[in-house]
């Protein structure tokens, strides 16, 4: 079974604090995800890893950085949070090649920042 | 632009009856289409997944229809259960591409 976790379920955070959130996948994926969740949006791509070391823009980058030094922990950072970045979290992972498309999801973090 | 709508955004049904969930799309070039399941507080979880040549797809109750030619695609949920109250999210994946386009989701609500 694919397993993606992430850190935290819950966070309360203050605005401006730096905020990780982590997320570790078992099934020596090459591409790691990190998404916001809001009602009436649906998922919202932040960045993606296709490789160690390597990151890409998604389509909501503003406010956010990201790392992954290990093929199998990909880290969401926010330098400093604000209000507006209270949403739900979501990490996901998927391989490359042929398989390429199919990504599984971690449980989510949701995250408020006060 | 590429684009996954769903309809309808929530729906309430009874315990023991049907529903259809549809998905539109526009995405090009189209690699697969998924329906994914989100429980509340929870990540969505894959039920089906089609590519281009599929037409039908069935997962237990839970049956997609893929039509190419008009980018539609419905997920029937036979004989509903109160377990399938949960968000049902259209996922469309560009060929030669890791990038998903995802839908708004359809709340569903079985009642007793």
């Known amino acids: 079974d694919v397993k993606v976790t992430q850190s935290s379920r819950y966070l309360v955070k203050r605005t401006g604090e730096k905020v990780f959130l982590e997320c570790v996948q078992d099934m020596d994926h090459e591409n790691m995800f990190w998404y916001r969740q809001d009602p009436g949006l649906g998922l919202r791509l932040i960045y993606f890893s296709y490789d160690v070391k390597m990151k890409e823009k998604g389509d909501i980058p503003e406010g956010y950085s990201v790392s992954r030094e290990k093929k199998e922990r990909f880290s969401l950072i926010l330098e400093s949070a604000s209000t507006n970045q209270t949403s739900m979290y979501l990490c996901?992972?998927?391989?490359?090649?042929?398989?390429?498309?199919?990504?599984?999801f971690g449980p989510g973090t949701r995250l408020l920042v006060l | 632009k590429n684009q996954v709508e769903q309809s309808p955004q929530s729906l309430i049904i009874l315990e023991g009856k049907n529903c259809t969930l549809q998905?539109?799309?526009?995405?090009?070039?189209?690699?697969?289409l998924r329906w994914y399941k989100q429980d509340t507080g929870r990540g969505p979880v894959s039920l089906t997944i089609m590519t281009f040549s599929e037409n039908t797809k069935s997962n237990g109750r839970y049956t997609a229809t893929l039509d190419a030619d008009t980018k539609q695609s419905s997920l029937h949920i036979t004989a509903s259960q109160l377990s399938d109250s949960a968000s049902y999210i259209c996922?469309?994946?560009?060929?030669?591409?890791?990038?998903?386009?995802f839908g708004g989701g359809t709340r569903l609500m079985v009642k007793p």
């Open positions: 996922v469309v994946s560009v060929n030669a591409g890791n990038m998903l386009t």
């Open positions: 996901a992972s998927g391989p490359s090649g042929r398989a390429r498309g199919t990504q599984y």
């Open positions: 998905c539109n799309y526009t995405v090009s070039p189209f690699s697969n």
